[in-house]
T-cell receptor, first 108, second 116 residues
């Protein structure tokens, strides 16, 4: 069993739709990261969370530490949001566990 | 913002040769850098954690004699794939973290290694 589970694995949405990607984890963590990987492979760190909620532009990330669950929301989705979104958790020290990613395609 | 530069972006090498991949933090000092490997349509797999001035910490199952990591300065870590074989063909990515327990990760753009 993976320490980090993401759902859905694949997601296709129409431009403008509200999108939610979920991440559940089974270990104690010090922080959770949401990453965006573009088709060329480059990775951008979107959020780092240890509690509550963060917002950056059209992206919102929430985390519930008690339930060991995080969500990434994209409002008013756009084709340029098409990418793989990866949830990663960091344990105490430098141990990282990665989800298998959610491949998002936003259709114009 | 913090920038991590990874070089080369693509490399093709013959079986049996060694390949060095560089990861540089351009505008900050990274005491800790991480090396990952990614197979097609799979997520990142942490290979090792590189700490400046000390030996890297390898994850279970990663051969440290095969994947040599050197973190000789606060801005440079290198991964050398020694005696490469076709099964080493993969996408290798580095990331770096500013000092501070809760600092975010900054990723390089990755290196696509193909061993023929």
């Amino acid at each position: 069993k993976n320490e980090v589970e993401q759902s859905p694995q694949n997601l296709t949405a129409q431009e403008g739709e509200f999108i939610t990607i979920n991440c559940s984890y089974s270990v104690g963590i010090s922080a959770l990261h949401w990453l965006q990987q573009h088709p060329g492979g480059g990775i951008v760190s979107l959020f780092m969370l240890s509690s509550g909620k963060k917002k950056h532009g059209r992206l919102i990330a929430t985390i519930n530490i008690q339930e060991k669950h995080s969500s990434l929301h994209i409002t008013a989705s756009h084709p340029r949001d098409s990418a793989v979104y990866i949830c990663a958790v960091r344990r105490l020290g430098n141990q990282f566990y990665f989800g298998t990613g959610t491949s998002l395609t936003v259709i114009p | 913002g913090a920038v991590v530069s990874q070089h080369p972006s693509r490399v093709i090498c013959k079986s049996g040769t060694s390949v060095k991949i560089e990861c540089r933090s351009l505008d900050f000092q990274a005491t800790t850098m991480f090396w990952y490997r990614q197979f097609p349509k799979q997520s990142l797999m942490l290979m090792a954690t590189s700490n400046e001035g000390s030996k890297a910490t390898y994850e279970q199952g990663v051969e440290k004699d095969k994947f040599l990591i050197n973190h000789a300065s606060l801005t440079l870590s290198t991964l050398t794939v020694t005696s490469a074989h076709p099964e080493d063909s993969s996408f290798y990515i580095c990331s770096a973290r500013l000092p501070g327990y809760d600092s975010p990760l900054h990723f390089g753009n990755g290196t696509r290694l193909t061993v023929t």
